[in-house]
């Protein structure tokens, strides 16, 4: 199929419908508008339903319930709007329903305001609901990637039955890009015999439920849990590795910032420094991996987010105390150039 | 030998945990009852809520999805958008419905979401220890409101199903009360009803269904009965306040 010319949130919606989507609930958000538009319009065309929530933390209720009955769920919001969510995701994600999430980051905290940020790391990889629990995050950093990963999020979704973050910003979802929606033969979901539809007078009635109130039989619940985030992290982390090889610095970054660095990388490469890219595909599981074949000739590890600082914890899990790391950002909607992250780089390498 | 009086199919095998008094079980049953007349047993999704009923799905012999505090109405609307050929209900108490799901409630009503709500109104919250609801009365000691709810500190209580009458998409609203075998019979006939206006696909539809809570009003089970009587329906009074038919 030929390449067409997309909006980013548009091109996500469309890859939901391909990877076989059948529920969205929503509410209305900028900088994410255009996915539930998008599904207001062409999702009933395919048999699908949308429906438009009363807020937030309604539309993640219809999600668990939607997807407790057996439905290919999804919604998509915004940094304060994915907040209120997280009552739902957490119910979700101890109930393992499978669903995804899609969050076109936006500048906070509070309300914040419309432009793109990331500052939303923690919420994407530490929870923001109660209990432990863990929800995968797919980071793509341009509208070919996001629609690759879309399909993935559903398969991700139903093996593992559980919730999974497309963790998008107001870059990405609003910038176009020429993309292509491969034909993708969608992996074979798990048949759900744990969904609430009906017992026919065929079974024994069951419960999808969260609760329990005997300690003893929770912790062992959670253990289970944990058992299944152990498989996770083990199987599902990505990564994407650029010019790490002769690195003696190496920039860390997800997503659209991802892309300002490897321009940055250009640039200090004309100036004759060696940088690289590592750049996290997942943000849970974070990538540990590409760290640890890092050359001892790397002087210094720079991590470049449109925020004051987080994914730069796991970075620091990840290095130890192998290799210096280090932090640039921009915040409050403020993009990064590539010049301005060359320059901080050149600056750092003159102070030694 | 036939039994002139058996246990329904509606219901499990299990002795509930609810306290002695307490009018949760003969409203599970008109529930029970009613699915299993009404021969939807094995094509229904209940949705409970958070609060005294959230282990109703202990005891009804139907596929159930537990919902967080006040959300059971869209997790109903997630499951009906998802198989709108199943009977989908939600059964809320007053804290869950005309509190903390306000919003929820109020707009599954609205887009006349084709389900059925259960809503137990007891004028308390019965699960965290008898604090003040939203539809205590004036005047009723609760353990937050321990001089008796004052109107002028925390308002009054709260009308559901005359507030729920003036919403275009409800198209059945009743309140009952079981503290009576005559009001029990009254009751079943409104929740079948109910279920019955799903079944032909009319839109949202609510019983509010008046209750006891013996333990957290401090009233022995007949004490309570009688309470229920003379103090909630002066206020609350029954009847039928919005029925599509009546249109």
């Avoid at chain 1, 509410?27 to 599904?39: K, S, V």
């Avoid at chain 1, 980071?139 to 919730?163: C, D, G, K, L, N």
């Amino acid at each position: 199929m030929a390449r067409t010319l997309m909006k980013g949130n548009e091109a996500l919606a469309e890859a939901a419908i391909r990877g076989g989507c059948t529920h969205f609930f929503g509410y209305p958000i900028t900088p994410q508008n255009e996915i539930p538009e998008y599904l207001a319009r062409e999702l009933p065309k395919h048999g699908g339903v949308y429906l438009q929530a009363e807020s937030e933390v309604a539309a993640i209720h219809m999600v668990y319930g939607a997807s407790a009955s057996g439905g290919r769920v999804m919604t998509s919001s915004s940094s304060p709007g994915i907040a209120l969510m997280q009552e739902g995701l957490s119910v979700i994600a101890a109930a393992q329903l499978p669903c995804v999430i899609v969050n076109v980051q936006r500048a906070g905290p509070g309300i914040g305001g419309i432009q793109p940020a990331q500052a939303d790391y923690y919420q994407m990889t530490r929870g923001g609901g109660n209990g432990d629990y863990r929800i995968p995050s797919l980071a793509p950093a341009t509208i070919q990637e996001s629609v690759e990963m879309m399909h993935e999020a559903f398969e991700i979704a139903e093996h593992y039955r559980t919730p999974v973050y497309i963790v998008s910003d107001g870059m990405l979802g609003q910038m176009m890009e020429p993309v292509e929606f491969k034909k993708r033969k969608l992996r074979s979901a798990p048949k759900k015999d744990w969904a609430a539809v009906g017992h026919g007078g065929k079974r024994e009635p069951l419960v999808v439920k969260t609760m329990s109130l005997v300690p003893e039989i929770l912790e062992e619940n959670n253990r289970k849990l944990q058992e299944k985030y152990r498989l996770i992290e083990e199987s599902e982390y990505q990564y994407e590795r650029f010019r790490t090889e002769q690195a003696e610095i190496v920039l860390v970054a997800y997503g659209s910032t991802s892309r300002i660095v490897k321009d940055s990388i250009e640039l200090m490469a004309k100036a004759g420094i060696k940088a690289g890219l590592i750049r996290p595909r997942t943000l849970w599981p974070f990538p540990v991996q590409p760290f640890t074949r890092l050359k001892p000739f790397c002087k210094q590890i720079v991590c470049v987010e449109m925020n004051n600082g987080q994914m730069i914890d796991d970075v620091r899990l990840a290095v130890g105390d192998r290799f210096p790391v280090t932090f640039y950002g921009r915040t409050g909607g403020v993009i990064p150039t590539p010049a301005e992250i060359s320059e901080h780089v050149k600056e750092l390498l003159k102070r030694g | 030998m036939s039994g002139i009086f058996t246990k329904t199919r509606g219901l499990k095998e299990q002795v509930t945990h609810y306290c002695p008094g307490c009018t949760h079980g003969i409203i599970h049953r008109l529930v029970a009852e009613v699915l299993v007349e009404l021969n939807v047993l094995g094509n229904t999704i209940g949705c409970a809520s958070v609060g005294c009923s959230i282990l109703s799905y202990n005891y009804l012999n139907v596929d159930m999805i537990e919902s967080a505090h006040g959300r059971a109405p869209a997790v109903a609307t997630g499951a009906k958008r998802v198989h709108p050929d199943k009977v989908v209900f939600t059964y809320q108490g007053d804290g869950d419905l005309a509190s903390i799901g306000t919003a929820e409630i109020i707009h599954a009503a609205h887009r006349s979401e084709n389900i059925t709500v259960v809503f137990v109104n007891n004028a308390i919250y019965g699960m965290t220890g008898g604090q003040m609801a939203p539809t205590t009365l004036l005047g009723q000691k609760t353990t937050t409101a321990p001089e008796g709810r004052d109107a002028s500190h925390c308002g009054s209580p709260l009308r559901i199903s005359e507030m729920f009458a003036q919403i275009p998409g409800a198209s059945y609203i009743a309140r009952v009360s079981v503290h009576s075998p005559k009001q029990v019979r009254r009751a079943r006939k409104a929740i079948k009803k109910a279920f019955e206006y799903q079944l032909k696909g009319r839109g949202f539809s609510m019983i509010e269904v008046l209750s006891t809570c013996p333990t957290g009003w401090g009233l022995s089970p007949i004490e309570a009965l009688k309470w229920l009587d003379e103090n909630m329906i002066p206020y609350y009074p029954l009847g039928v306040y919005k029925s599509l038919e009546d249109d």
